[in-house]
């Protein structure tokens, strides 16, 4: 049992138990057999830490954890639900993937950078077949099978979960910057002010727009497609320590323009 207690949604985390394997199958068996919800319950309890492990990799990218912990049961109890116990697959393997399904839907409807309508309803449309491919077949389906199901093209793909990719990115730290702790939120803005109120009122997809070519392509290379100034180094053929200098002013720009 862990020494630290963290209250989530008036649960104290540090008391919760975790249901092995063969004892979730049992009371799975038990439950379709039944039909008794306090079985239900003790299997969402017994299964509260993998919720909360899921949603601890989200927690930079909200104010609001008991929400963010609620959606992520959400997607558990859609995992008790459809779990296929002839599937030779372990429980928590199967919900994994359909905790964090709930949890990125959330954060794309409630994000404050607006996409597209159509963009919008085919990330609905992938992450739905996603998660019927994941309830029959307990993993999750390749691109080729992806493409099959939604009746979209490669590119239709990949440009819905690019924009859910670039929603949550500018709450993420990224690569190379490890220690530092920091994201694209955190540097242009005072983290000792309320996150939801900066949030409500920035204009960061409009300011990135203000930008020029070449500050919106570091932008993009950095914090949307997760590329190191290393990496971003060798594409200008220039040194890191130049490619450190022009984020920092990007960054600088970016603030005078949302300010």
Same mark, same amino acid.
């Given at each position: ?33 039944? %039909? +008794?919800?306090? !079985?239900?319950?003790?299997?969402? $309890? ?7 492990? =899921?949603? *601890? ?84 389906? %390749? +691109?080729?099978? !992806?493409?099959?199901?939604?009746? $979209? ?7 819905? =979960?690019? *924009? ?84 920092? %002013? ?10």
């Amino acid at each position: 049992m862990s020494k630290y207690k963290v209250d989530i949604s008036g649960i104290d985390t540090s008391h919760l138990t975790v249901l092995k394997n063969a004892e979730m199958k049992d009371l799975l068996r038990r439950y379709r057999d039944t %039909n +008794d919800l306090h !079985l239900r319950d003790e299997m969402i $309890l017994g299964n509260l830490k993998l919720v909360l492990s =899921m949603v *601890s990799r989200y927690s930079r990218r909200t104010d609001n954890m008991d929400d963010l912990f609620q959606i992520g049961v959400v997607g558990l109890i859609k995992a008790i639900d459809n779990f296929n116990l002839e599937l030779d697959v372990q429980f928590s393997t199967y919900a994994v993937p359909l905790i964090i399904g709930e949890i990125k839907r959330y954060l794309r409807d409630f994000s404050p950078i607006k996409i597209s309508r159509t963009i919008r309803d085919h990330a609905y449309l992938i992450m739905n077949k996603k998660e019927e491919y994941i309830n029959a077949y307990a993993k999750e389906p %390749n +691109d080729e099978e !992806l493409m099959a199901l939604t009746g $979209l093209s490669e590119k239709e793909i990949n440009e819905a =979960m690019s *924009s859910l990719q670039c929603v949550q990115s500018i709450f993420e730290q990224p690569k190379g910057m490890e220690n530092d702790n920091l994201n694209l939120i955190d540097q242009l803005f005072d983290k000792t002010k309320d996150m939801g109120d900066v949030l409500n009122k920035m204009a960061l997809k409009d300011a990135i727009k203000k930008l020029d070519d070449k500050e919106r392509w570091i932008i993009n290379e950095r914090y949307f497609l997760d590329k190191t100034q290393n990496e971003i180094a060798e594409s200008l053929k220039v040194s890191q320590a130049q490619v450190s200098r022009l984020e920092k %002013n990007v960054i600088f720009r970016l603030k005078e323009l949302m300010s």
